[in-house]
């Protein structure tokens, strides 16, 4: 949201949405842009309306690829950018065994010490749980072509971290 801010320079023509109250608090706290609660799915905006959609490390918590893609596509005017960033289980075996180790043990028991919390410690196990079993990055990109994008792909740095993106025809 600071980086559409800072493109747009206009505060009010970036919106936050999140199913969470919690995570929407949290945003108000720190930007002061409309904010909506709702869901990936069933977005809370006219058709048409958007001209850029990004989600940031949410991928994983979509339950209907097809569906948000389309949804997506709905809300998006002719011309519409789609940018999803997202960290994706690496390719590379030693990488892979690398970043597994340290975001499954090292980020996890670094988490509880220091917060005193089991609690977390879980949370970023479970955060890592969610990249390895990420649905894998061609299936992805198809279904943003399969829900009306065109130039739809996935840049990809470090063997990690992915940026899915499509443009919407028209």
């Not at 904010?35 to 006219?46: D, N, R, Y």
């Not at 990004?54 to 994983?60: D, Q």
């Not at 009306?148 to 740095?157: P, Y």
Request: charged share 20%.
């Amino acid at each position: 949201a600071r980086q559409a801010i800072a493109i747009t320079g206009d505060p009010q023509t970036v919106i936050g949405l999140d199913v969470s109250m919690g995570m929407l608090a949290e945003l108000k706290r720190l930007l002061h842009i409309p904010l909506m609660q709702g869901l990936m799915e069933q977005l809370p905006v006219a058709n048409a309306c958007c001209d850029m959609i990004s989600m940031g490390y949410a991928l994983r918590h979509v339950a209907d690829l097809n569906v948000t893609f389309q949804e997506f596509h709905r809300a998006l005017r002719p011309g519409g950018i789609l940018l999803i960033l997202e960290i994706g289980r690496p390719n590379a075996p030693i990488k892979r065994g690398v970043i597994k180790f340290y975001m499954g043990r090292v980020i996890p028991l670094l988490s509880r010490l220091t917060t005193g919390q089991q609690d977390m410690q879980t949370l970023m196990r479970y955060y890592w749980d969610t990249i390895e079993n990420c649905v894998p990055p061609n299936t992805i990109i198809q279904a943003i072509r399969d829900a009306g994008f065109a130039e739809a792909g996935c840049h990809v740095e470090f063997d990690l971290f992915r940026a899915y993106f499509g443009r919407k025809s028209g």
